[in-house]
């Protein structure tokens, strides 16, 4: 009986590679590679070449094909290396350069047949790539060899320097291997390019810039200095684009800016003939210019430059605004300063391209040596009342209007715009009084500048003034209309302009009133009883040293039109009565203040308009004892004649009476403020005050803290601050 036969199916059983055949598989591969090394890659099976490695790694053979492969390597890169450094000179670097081309293509055929052996056997035990593997073995062999490291870096030093000094290189052999071979060397870093070449080659740089431009600077000015130092910035960059790697450009640039500017900035700046001084001396703009973008490569560049531009122009601005004979001419000198300004302003914008910094270094120095003169605020307001006075005489609205922006720059350095508040209201006044202004509109104008700049407080009583011509307009219809109702006779043959002035708002010393001709006195009664009658409780104070009057003069050969002030047509007027009077007669018929008396006498008998005559040696001045006498020979050839009264700066007792008013108002001032900031803040420290206090004054003045202090010794005198009990120095508001 036949029995059934049963099929066993049994595990597979795993078959271990022997070593023998493990040495067999190596030995195939090892051939392998040194065909590949000999270019003959074309005739291997990669596909057989992959499963014999992967069989090596997967039977844990792995450690005998990587030590395999390791030394393959070695072996081969020793004979390029003889290669290499048996090559002369620059062949070196053309064979070293061929030996990196091969071994990088032969390393990516090899690397193709042991990818297994990379994911597998490398990774496990923490070995390099097979690639980084050949790297490595390039690097230590040839690359680092001692016969060969020392050489090639001298080649390639030696190949920049030539270059540098103008001569053709071959700028790809350097670029394949210093920018590529020494930088994949590296293996995931830069450490072989770095420490081989690029640390020597930043001092061999460092050198050569450092000779070159101790060499340059001795013979050359600081303009061509400076082109050569642009030039050769220039080419290091355009190095590192054509053999350098990148990782280089800023430590270049930063040598190279070292050496070429860092070094030499003091001497550059400082140069005889062509430094910072002569630049500004002569308008060199470009060159300027040029000097800003180099230096502001550099640390504490600019801030050099600042502090010479700064010297030199606090030097300057002091010479010009101390100058005695310059402050002769305050117009000049305002000009000048004008011209100043505008000049550094151009450099600022065209060769600063508005720098902060440089900004604020000019403002400071204009602000300082424009408040050394403590006359400043007065021609500045000079000038302005100048502008606007003869602004029509070929010059056109806009312009005038351009020249004041300009003065309102000097104006933002006063410390003191209180007191150019002063004297431009002075200005203003005989402006608009003498109708000398150029138009309403062009002062409306300047009044909103100040305003802009200083606020509403600083112009309110600028505004109050003209508020008043206006008023004074209407107030002279109604006048006329009234004489018309009283008959033409009310007034004889005079026609009358009266000007109301507000007290506050405009600047009406306390004078004497001179006596006014009778009929002239017989009109003012008039018009005070009109105006009087119409404004019920205020009071009327003639200003005669503000007023002018127009007289029909009647000479020997001619009728004239004469264009007088108050003062000249009261003295001319007593020569209706006799043909002589004594300067003793004169002043008591009249009661005009001496020193008006006198410049209105000088201007009759000196000026153009030689109205009168007097006894005397010297014209321009005035005795007691002389005689003045009515000169009926006078000729013009103009009917109408404008005597001009001799212009008389500020005398010192007027400028110290000027600066008494000025220190009142500015008692006021500071008090005010200490009480709104006490009020607000109720208890305050002393310095904390008084550094709030200057604060809120600065815009119209720099309070000294000592005026302060003693403000502050006054307000609590008067019960308006306390000292606290705890604290002697901490203040209490009391309400």
């Known amino acids: 009986m036949n029995k059934k036969s049963k099929i066993t199916i049994k595990p597979f059983r795993h078959v271990q590679m022997s070593e023998e055949y493990a040495d067999k598989t190596w030995q195939l591969i090892h051939r392998a590679i040194v065909e590949i090394h000999k270019q003959n890659a074309s005739g291997l099976s990669f596909e057989e070449l992959y499963r014999n490695g992967y069989n090596m790694v997967l039977h844990q053979y792995g450690d005998l094909l990587y030590k395999g492969l390791k030394s393959t390597l070695q072996t081969h890169l020793e004979e390029e290396s003889k290669k290499v450094y048996g090559a002369i000179d620059e062949n070196m670097m053309t064979e070293l350069d061929k030996a990196w081309a091969s071994h990088k293509v032969c390393m990516l055929l090899i690397r193709d047949i042991l990818t297994y052996m990379d994911r597998k056997y490398v990774q496990d035990n923490n070995q390099p790539t097979v690639y980084n593997l050949g790297l490595i073995q390039f690097r230590e062999n040839i690359a680092r060899n001692p016969r060969i490291k020392d050489r090639l870096l001298n080649l390639s030093l030696g190949m920049i320097e030539r270059e540098r000094k103008g001569e053709p290189i071959n700028r790809g052999l350097l670029k394949s291997i210093n920018a590529q071979m020494l930088v994949d060397l590296g293996v995931n870093g830069r450490s072989v390019y770095e420490e081989d070449f690029e640390k020597p080659f930043l001092a061999n740089t460092s050198t050569f810039y450092k000779l070159e431009s101790d060499e340059f600077i001795a013979s050359n000015t600081c303009s061509d200095y400076m082109k050569k130092a642009e030039e050769r910035i220039k080419e290091e960059m355009e190095r590192v684009t054509h053999y350098l790697d990148p990782s280089t450009e800023p430590k270049l640039k930063e040598t190279v800016e070292r050496e070429l500017i860092s070094t030499h900035m003091k001497t550059l700046s400082e140069m005889e003939q062509s430094g910072i001084i002569s630049m500004l001396q002569d308008d060199k703009v470009e060159d300027l210019k040029r000097m800003y973008h180099l230096f502001g490569r550099v640390a504490q560049g600019h801030a050099i430059m600042c502090d010479h531009i700064g010297k030199y122009v606090r030097n300057t601005g002091r010479a010009l605004i101390m100058d005695e004979e310059k402050q002769k001419d305050h117009l000049q000198l305002i000009q000048s300063l004008l011209e100043m300004k505008d000049k550094f302003d151009h450099i600022l914008l065209a060769a600063f391209n508005n720098d902060k910094m440089f900004s604020q270094t000019l403002n400071q120095v204009f602000e300082y040596f424009i408040n050394l003169n403590p006359k ?360």
């Open 376 to 735: 400043s605020p007065e021609f500045i307001s000079l000038f302005i009342d100048e502008k606007l006075k003869k602004g029509l005489k070929g010059v056109s609205e806009e312009e005038v209007d351009i020249t004041l922006d300009k003065v309102m720059m000097l104006f933002r350095f006063l410390q003191e715009k209180d007191v150019f508040e002063k004297y431009y209201k002075q200005h203003l006044a005989k402006r608009l009084l003498l109708g000398r202004s150029v138009s309403d509109d062009v002062e409306q104008n300047m009044i909103s500048k100040l305003k802009a700049e200083c606020g509403f407080q600083f112009t309110s009583k600028l505004v109050g003034m003209f508020t008043d011509m206006k008023l004074s307009t209407d107030t002279m219809e109604g006048f006329k209309n009234h004489v018309k109702e009283l008959g033409d006779s009310a007034l004889g043959n005079i026609d009358l302009n009266v000007y109301v002035l507000t007290t506050g708002f405009w600047p009406t010393p306390s004078t004497v009133v001179c006596n006014l001709p009778a009929e002239v006195t017989k009109c003012c009664e008039l018009f005070k009883k009109f105006y009087l009658s119409k404004h019920n409780g205020r009071r009327l104070h003639w200003q005669t040293n503000m007023g002018t009057a127009e007289l029909r003069a009647v000479f020997a050969n001619k009728k004239h039109e004469l264009s007088v002030s108050t003062y000249q047509m009261v003295i001319l007027l007593l020569f209706n009565e006799r043909n002589e009077f004594t300067y003793k007669e004169i002043h008591e018929a009249t009661n005009i203040p001496v020193n008006e008396l006198k410049r209105n006498l000088v201007a009759l008998t000196a000026g153009k308009a030689k109205i009168l005559e007097k006894t005397g040696a010297d014209a321009k001045k005035v005795e007691e004892e002389d005689v003045f006498s009515f000169n009926s020979k006078f000729k013009s050839k103009l009917f109408k004649i404008k005597v001009l009264v001799v212009a008389q700066k500020e005398t010192e007792p007027e400028r110290s009476e000027t600066r008494e008013k000025v220190d009142e108002e500015r008692r006021h001032q500071i008090e005010a403020s200490i009480v709104r900031i006490m009020k607000s803040r109720k208890t305050m420290e002393h310095s904390n005050l008084i550094s709030e206090c200057t604060q809120q004054l600065s815009s119209r003045f720099m309070p000294n803290p000592l005026v302060i202090k003693k403000r502050i010794e006054s307000l609590i005198e008067r019960e308006y601050l306390e000292r606290s009990k705890q604290d002697r120095k901490v203040y209490n508001y009391l309400a």
